[in-house]
């Protein structure tokens, strides 16, 4: 059983940055394990934001954030990070770190991710 909790999020003005962490405990992840960040807004289905490669760290981004998110992951702590610039109002969501085994067409498929963190709050506004 791995436990995902994430941490980082608050208050930012548009334009400024923000990183959120996710710490994974209970398991070590295998080559085929993959990390993805997604986002939820009320009344919305979660959104893929970004996802990596446990094994080489290969990242990918959904069009929305990408040239401004970044994400990493450390194997030795068994934690990843979400770096966030130039923040957007619509950036504004709950980010969940998730945890699965999707193949690269499946990526933005949250039901290929089977652990999942509780959330945590992400508000740009001025």
């Known amino acids: 059983q791995v436990q995902l909790v994430e941490s980082g999020g608050g208050l930012v003005q548009p334009g400024g940055s923000l990183t959120l962490s996710c710490a994974a405990a209970?398991?070590?992840?295998?080559?085929?394990?993959?990390l993805a960040w997604f986002r939820q807004t009320p009344g919305k289905n979660r959104e893929y934001v970004a996802a990596?490669?446990?094994?080489?760290?290969?990242?990918y981004f959904a069009d929305a954030v990408k040239g401004r998110f970044t994400i990493s992951r450390d194997r030795g702590k068994n934690t990843a990070s979400l770096q966030m610039n130039n923040l957007k109002p619509e950036d504004t969501a709950v980010y969940y770190c998730?945890?699965?085994?999707?193949?690269?067409?499946?990526?933005?498929?949250?039901?290929?991710?089977?652990?999942w963190g509780q959330g945590t709050q992400v508000t740009v506004s001025s």
């Open positions: 209970g398991s070590t992840f295998t080559s085929s394990h993959k």
């Open positions: 990596l490669n446990w094994n080489d760290g290969r990242t």
């Open positions: 998730a945890v699965g085994r999707p193949i690269l067409s499946a990526l933005r498929d949250e039901s290929m991710y089977y652990y």
